[in-house]
């Protein structure tokens, strides 16, 4: 079977237009996969100007937050039902789009993973880390016992403290 004949077979049984996600190796969701897959939705758009049942076909390592919420908003301001699909597995940030659906598909071979997306600097956007390490380090400049043998201006402690 090819994958145009799985798909077809999907739609068939779930009787819903299915978009698919597959994320190329270790590719991570990206800023640049919102559009893409508003313009693949948009080929497909019936004139009622939303699709009654959107199922995407998902299989993602993860990648940006902003990216993943991104993809959600669009596949429900596109349709009326939002489902996903998952194959194999959806981690970390695909898990979030996985959340922001009407109903979950899975395999007895599928996995969700922990939510720890990746977060982008809002004015370089070259430095990216994991969200998990932004509280990590809040919590660090909160600790009596570290916060002493670092020197960080009292102003931004007390700032990021109040946070």
């Not at 993602?60 to 990216?67: A, E, I, T």
């Not at 695909?94 to 993973?113: H, Q, R, W």
């Not at 009292?154 to 990021?160: A, C, L, P």
Request: include cysteine; charge should be negative.
């Amino acid at each position: 079977m090819t994958i145009k004949d799985a798909i077809t077979t999907v739609e068939k049984v779930r009787s819903s237009t299915l978009v698919t996600y597959i994320s190329p190796g270790n590719a991570l969701i990206g800023p640049e996969d919102a559009p893409v897959l508003a313009n693949l939705i948009e080929q497909v758009l019936p004139p009622t100007g939303k699709i009654p049942k959107l199922d995407l076909f998902l299989h993602s390592p993860g990648g940006f937050l902003d990216s993943a919420y991104k993809i959600v908003t669009i596949c429900r301001e596109y349709s009326i039902e939002f489902n996903v699909i998952v194959s194999f597995y959806a981690k970390s940030a695909a898990t979030v789009i996985c959340l922001g659906a009407d109903e979950i598909v899975m395999t007895s071979i599928s996995e969700l993973g922990p939510i720890d997306p990746i977060i982008q600097h809002p004015y370089r956007p070259e430095v990216r880390v994991p969200a998990r390490s932004i509280k990590d380090f809040f919590k660090f400049l909160n600790a009596t016992e570290t916060s002493d043998k670092i020197v960080v201006e009292k102003s931004f402690k007390d700032q990021m403290a109040s946070l």
